[in-house]
């Protein structure tokens, strides 16, 4: 009978420099005591001001090891593997070096990544997302668990979550404020719109805003009447009773421009024609379609209008 290879989850820690990685893992392995006294290897590889206790951790059977870039390879972690023998990996990773050097990496055997949280600091959040938005788009695309840290009632919450679910909607969002306080994200958006409205008009400079919020929380939507402006894209597969009305958006950087849309059901479907643009006022309904991979809404055309393009053509985020 072939001996059947022991799991070692692997928990990564990402984030730039000064953005909480030290201070969390720290409260994680000592604080909510996470590793419950088993053999645990930390991995860390950069410096900032906060410091391990090594003399602590070592109490609580946590073995830290410090690795610069070079070091992060298939050898070395060959090495630890052997010389530790940990029943689970912790890694904080140093935030300028690319994630597909982590993730593309032949680790041990066993080695399995089980959860991986992106650490945040809301204060310098906008400096980071504007100056390195291509870096800023790993970090939240390939987390488990967002982690907003130094939360003030000054914070533009709004913002940083529509940040998160552009790039990753299946990722759970936390804010945590300047006391330690930490509270789980409703995934509830302020939306600039009423959706009291007997007809709910949709801004051009808010389509964005409406299309995360309708994508995540369909019930809202149901049966509520909405007009907004898009561009005309007509699949084949929908053979002329529908087409999708939406908005190039630019997620991360100009080279990631994706079209956002819903389908919307209209006899005037085979009348259109691709790009064009159009004001549509329709019904929302949640339905079944591949798209969605599930649920999702579904537009019901009421009137369609051809419309000027608006002064920005491309959403952004």
């Known amino acids: 009978m072939r001996k059947q290879e022991k799991e070692i ?83 904080e990773y140093n935030g300028m070096w690319q994630l597909e050097k982590l993730f593309n990496i032949r680790v041990p055997k066993g080695w399995t990544i089980v ?47 529509m940040a998160v679910k552009t790039l990753n909607r299946r990722a759970q969002i936390v804010f945590e404020n300047v006391n330690g306080q930490a509270q789980i994200d409703d995934g509830e958006m302020e939306i600039p719109y009423d959706l009291d409205a007997d007809v709910v008009e949709i801004a051009d400079d808010d389509y964005g805003i409406f299309y995360i919020d309708a994508s995540d929380n369909i019930d809202k939507y149901v049966d509520k009447t909405v007009r907004f402006k898009g561009q005309v894209y007509c699949p084949p597969q929908y053979k002329g009773n529908a087409f999708v009305p939406g908005r190039f958006a630019m997620t991360c950087c100009a080279e990631d421009i994706t079209f956002l849309g819903f389908k919307c059901v209209s006899s005037e479907a085979p009348k259109l024609k691709d790009k064009e643009w159009v004001t549509v006022t329709a019904k929302v309904k949640r339905e079944f379609y591949q798209e969605f991979d599930g649920d999702g809404p579904v537009l019901y055309a009421q009137n369609i209008e051809r419309s000027k393009k608006p002064l920005e053509e491309v959403v952004y985020f």
């Not at 410090?66 to 689970?88: F, K, S, V």
Request: net charge negative.
């Open 9 to 91: 989850p692997i928990f990564i820690f990402m984030g730039f420099l000064e953005g909480g990685k030290t201070q969390f893992c720290r409260e994680t392995l000592v604080d909510r005591n996470f590793t419950e006294g088993e053999p645990t290897l930390l991995l860390v590889t950069e410096e900032g001001m906060e410091e391990y206790d090594e003399e602590e951790l070592r109490r609580r059977n946590i073995s830290t090891v410090y690795l610069d870039e070079e070091e992060l390879n298939t050898d070395r972690l060959l090495d630890l593997q052997e010389e530790y023998e940990p029943n689970q990996v912790m890694i």
């Open 115 to 161: 959860q991986v949280i992106t650490l945040i600091d809301s204060t310098t959040f906008t400096i980071y997302n504007n100056n390195m938005k291509a870096l800023m788009a790993e970090h939240i695309q390939n987390a488990d668990m967002i982690v907003f840290n130094r939360v003030t009632d000054d914070t533009d919450i709004n913002t940083m979550r």
